[in-house]
């Protein structure tokens, strides 16, 4: 079965650009979630989707959002970026809906974001 | 709100070594807790969990006991091997009624260097 997919792994843009990245969950898991990881802050957590709804948000600016489609794929998009918003951002799927079963979470390897 | 401490990095120990990686929690509601294991390049791997407290998370030699007496769940191995460098984060969920949710608090994360 295949892992939990992202892209582009890596990805230059410059300040004031948008982007959009992408992810691909484990098949059959309903549940994505994105988090932004940074050496001064490490992990943080960004958007939790299930069935195409955000379930949660964490303390980001409204310059971060995401959606979830039918197939349980899931963007994130950054407007006007920052230099602050380079970063590996991480997607996790899971299979049981957010809150259920045992919690367990699948990362994908990441997207490393640069802003110069 | 939920937090998560561990021990500061980074730990530098010969093969074959004892390690402990301290970590201690503040959480609202029953956190479910974990350790993820994150090799260079890569997103993070689920290494061990524990659900409810004395429970006892397992997994390649790694072991580590959900105490809720003292709020804490330190990751322990009784001989690593150089394959075992990595940075490994200590993190909880909570779930609690009505608000079902992954969201994942982390530590900041602790960097192991074995060395031959």
């Known amino acids: 079965k295949a892992g939990v997919t992202q892209t582009p792994r890596y990805l230059i843009k410059t300040r004031g650009q948008q982007v959009t990245l992408s992810c691909s969950p484990i098949?059959?898991?309903?549940?994505v979630s994105w988090y932004q990881q940074t050496p001064g802050q490490g992990l943080q957590f960004l958007f939790e989707?299930?069935?195409?709804?955000?379930?949660n948000k964490g303390n980001f600016p409204g310059r971060f959002s995401g959606r979830q489609f039918s197939n349980s794929r899931s963007e994130m998009n950054v407007s006007t970026l920052e230099l602050g918003d380079s970063a590996l951002y991480l997607c996790?799927?899971?299979?049981?809906?957010?809150?259920?079963?045992?919690?367990?979470?699948?990362f994908g390897p990441g997207t490393r974001l640069t802003v110069l | 709100g939920n937090s998560v401490t561990q021990m500061e990095g980074p730990v530098t120990l010969s093969e074959e070594a004892f390690l402990t990686i301290n970590c201690t929690y503040t959480?609202?509601?029953?956190?479910?807790l974990f350790w993820y294991v994150q090799y260079p390049g890569e997103g993070l791997q689920l290494l061990l969990k524990?659900?409810?407290?004395?429970d006892k998370g397992s997994n390649k030699g790694f072991e580590a006991t959900y105490r809720k007496e003292t709020t804490s769940f330190h990751l322990e191995k009784g001989s690593v091997q150089v394959s075992d460098s990595a940075v490994y984060f200590c993190?909880?969920?909570?779930?609690?009624?009505?608000?079902?949710?992954?969201?994942?608090?982390f530590g900041k994360g602790t960097k192991l260097s074995v060395i031959p």
């Open positions: 996790a799927s899971s299979i049981d809906p957010p809150g259920q079963g045992h919690n367990e979470q699948f």
């Open positions: 098949s059959g898991h309903r549940s």
């Open positions: 989707y299930f069935s195409e709804t955000q379930r």
């Open positions: 959480a609202t509601g029953y956190p479910s």
């Open positions: 524990a659900t409810k407290a004395d």
């Open positions: 993190a909880l969920t909570t779930t609690y009624s009505g608000a079902g949710s992954y969201q994942l608090t």
